[in-house]
């Protein structure tokens, strides 16, 4: 998939960007499918925890499926401004199905550079438009979380310092911006997804956090800690959705029963976990186990606490 070009799920005259045209989402989804199926594959290679035998075997095959998709400069024509907002999310799990293969079975040199001048290619172009050309909600909010994780992880795993640098103060910069409560203010803008956006933006700032912290080791406590508020607001929360009503000034999706909480949303709770003692959140991880999300890398329960359950 060299081209892509997305239009808006959102009615045109929605400015909250929370109500949803479903013939519009419909279209962008059958859009974005095929690439969704890629990285939910590379994800299905990372997750298999096969003997050591056949871990490398696993590992070349997801060479091969990146290094095809790189030959091909897939992703190189993002026609749309809604398309460079929608592709962070999977970019981010490209890189990181790459950086944990990389770690166990190093490619071979062709494939490497291939592979690793084609991510660092999208890098620089996600790095470019969020801080240049970016709707200004966009380059402020979920959106630029996403970005930093994938733009944060691709340095990671191509060894290239400006790309990693600025994944990390994109979270920062993200993570600065919560009130004194945790809530993040443009999700909390969002009318009766605001707890919806909140949780997508969180994942990637507690995994990005997470995949940095060896890098940049204060990732957690940038902002004097504010990560473990954004989290314990989140958490608290999806118990009490009126919190965010609070803050949105009007009852959320959750509450309404428009939409029901699933592990997919709630998988960042596994590396956060590894650095931070909650029993608020190891209660919630127990309830939803096993916690996976391809975008995040894939099966987190698995990699993070080795639990399958």
Known sequence: MVSLALGSRYESNDKSRSDIDESANAVVNKALKPIDVYVRSLANLSDQSPKAGTRDETNRCLYRALSSWADAGALSDLGTLNAKLAISPRVAGMAISYRDAKAVTPPDDGQKRAIEAWLQSIGMELMTFFDDDAPKMASQNNLRAWAGLAVGQIGVATDNDRLSSWGAKTNEMVICSADDDGGLPLEMKRGDKALHYQLHAVGPLVVNAALLNAKFNDSFSVCQGKLDR?????????????????????????????????????????????????????????????LSNSNLGGNLTIQYSGKSK
Do not use: M, N
């Not at 958490?235 to 009007?250: N, R, V």
């Not at 009852?251 to 608020?280: C, H, M, N, V």
């Open 230 to 290: 954004i989290v314990d607001f989140t958490l608290s929360a999806i118990q009490e959705p009126e919190l965010a009503a609070a803050k949105a000034g009007t009852d959320q999706t959750f509450s309404t029963g428009k939409e029901k909480l699933e592990a997919f949303q709630i998988a960042w709770l596994e590396p956060y976990l590894k650095f931070r003692k909650s029993e608020k959140a190891t209660r919630l991880a127990e309830q939803y186990r096993p």
